[in-house]
């Protein structure tokens, strides 16, 4: 079966200091992606980033970065300088390539304190 | 360009009371889907549909129907709300012929059932 864990319920930091997002999946598929999403105070979810399961590299994209180790089954994703704009939830997904079901984890609450 | 549309944005219903939410899409994506968001429980798939007349069920179907008529629309009904039924739903679509798997959210529908 397939699972995401997001053992981190909530997470705080003050500004600027770098955290880590913790995403630990399980599947036995061979071929699959991984997601991760945002959801803001706002309520909105917004797509951050896809990787599948051919593609270990690491991803940066300005103060994000995302680490996917096959070997650990894990996918973290790291804000590096954290501002208060990135205070959101996070959510970690997976989805088998083929199929049409997403598996969520349960997120983490990242509170940014200026 | 709208995206995905959800409505109604908020509801109050009475236990037994049925209603539809609504969501329509105007990108032309062949996947629609419902999610439900609980506290500490993630997001969870209802049901889906990777076209018209083409419907599936999720990780939590029961007490929710779905149909497919048309590309645009994929409304959610209760049939008889019940407390348990109290959640933030999501409806979230996907392309299929592209093969771009990541999905787009509307704007989610907050649900109480008293």
């Known amino acids: 079966a397939q699972k995401v864990t997001q053992a981190q319920t909530e997470i705080s930091v003050v500004e600027k200091e770098d955290v880590t997002l913790d995403c630990v999946y399980e599947?036995?598929?061979?071929?699959?992606?991984l997601f991760w999403y945002k959801q803001p105070p706002s309520g909105e979810l917004v797509f951050l980033i896809r990787?599948?399961?051919?593609?270990?590299q690491n991803e940066i994209s300005g103060r994000y970065s995302w680490n996917f180790q096959k070997s650990t089954s894990s996918f973290n994703f790291t804000i590096t300088a954290s501002q208060v704009v990135d205070s959101a939830v996070y959510f970690c997904a997976q989805s088998t390539s083929g199929t049409y079901k997403y598996i969520f984890g349960t997120g983490t609450r990242l509170k940014v304190l200026a | 360009n709208a995206g995905v549309t959800q409505t109604p944005k908020f509801q109050v219903l009475k236990t037994g009371q049925s209603m539809t939410l609504q969501c329509a899409q105007d990108?032309?994506?062949?996947?629609m889907s419902w999610y439900r968001q609980d506290p500490g429980m993630g997001l969870r798939l209802i049901h889906y549909s990777v076209g018209a007349g083409i419907t599936d069920q999720g990780e939590v179907p029961n007490g929710y129907n779905v149909s497919r008529s048309t590309t645009e629309d994929f409304p959610l009904r209760l049939l008889s709300a019940a407390p348990s039924q109290t959640s933030v739903y999501f409806c979230?679509?996907?392309?299929?012929?592209?093969?771009?798997?990541?999905?787009?959210f509307g704007a989610g529908s907050r649900l109480t059932v008293l």
């Open positions: 990108m032309n994506h062949e996947y």
């Open positions: 979230a679509t996907r392309s299929v012929s592209t093969g771009a798997n990541v999905l787009t």
């Open positions: 990787r599948n399961s051919f593609d270990e």
């Open positions: 599947t036995r598929d061979t071929t699959y992606y």
